[in-house]
């Protein structure tokens, strides 16, 4: 079974410009998350999906960010314009509730990461 | 709200030396508790967990118990190796439902030969 997937791996791109980070979940994951660790910081929740609705996105910083799925496959994350503190590995996330009591009940499975530098 | 604290390194420790790396943490109720592990130029990986109070999660040589009392999750290992060097992050994730992930700052080990 793949694993979940993030597009690209890295990223550099001046102040000002326009970034789209993607991520493919594990086949029948419901449940998709971001996430972001800033240099030195914690890794910090951004947003979660279930299917294509936006379940919570209370971790999004500013409106400078807008995340999509659309048809509850796989998602997409914005940076419009990037400014220097957007700088950081912005991780994916999916899971499914799965059996209750299983092992791998409701965890979830984190992609590489895409690493963004904005210069 | 939740909060999740854990030594934040470097940590250097020579090869076959013993590991500890503290983590507690503050959440309502009884959340799960997880270590994850970022190998260098890797994602995160799931390293152990535990699910409820007094439960012991294990994998590769590392070890980590629930403790309610003093609401702390430290991760050990006996003997470590450089393939151990990494950074690892503490979390935790309330019970029920779609729940965030709430992850420390990580601690970054490096182990010398």
């Known amino acids: 079974e793949a694993g979940v997937t993030q597009f690209p791996s890295h990223s550099v791109i001046e102040k000002g410009q326009t970034v789209t980070l993607r991520c493919d979940p594990i086949s029948g994951h419901d449940n998709l998350y971001w996430y972001r660790r800033v240099m030195g910081k914690e890794i910090k929740f951004l947003l979660h999906?279930?299917?294509?609705?936006?379940?919570?996105e209370s971790g999004m910083p500013n409106n400078r960010f807008l995340a999509e799925r659309t048809g509850g496959t796989y998602s997409t994350l914005k940076v419009q314009p990037a400014e220097l503190e957007d700088s950081g590995v912005y991780f994916c996330a999916s899971s499914h509730l799965g059996l209750a009591g299983g092992p791998t009940y409701n965890e979830q499975f984190f992609g590489p990461g895409t690493r963004l530098t904005v210069l | 709200g939740d909060s999740v604290t854990q030594m934040e390194g470097p940590v250097t420790l020579s090869e076959e030396a013993f590991l500890t790396i503290n983590c507690t943490y503050t959440a309502t109720g009884y959340p799960s508790l997880f270590w994850y592990v970022q190998y260098p130029g890797e994602g995160l990986q799931l390293l152990l967990k535990a699910t409820k109070a007094d439960d012991k999660g294990s994998n590769k040589g590392f070890e980590a118990t629930y403790r309610k009392e003093t609401t702390s999750f430290h991760l050990e290992k006996g003997s470590v190796q450089v393939s151990d060097s990494a950074v690892y992050f503490c979390a935790l994730k309330p019970m029920g439902g779609y729940q965030k992930v709430t992850f420390g700052i990580g601690t970054k080990l490096q182990v010398i030969p």
């Open positions: 999906f279930v299917k294509e609705s936006k379940q919570d």
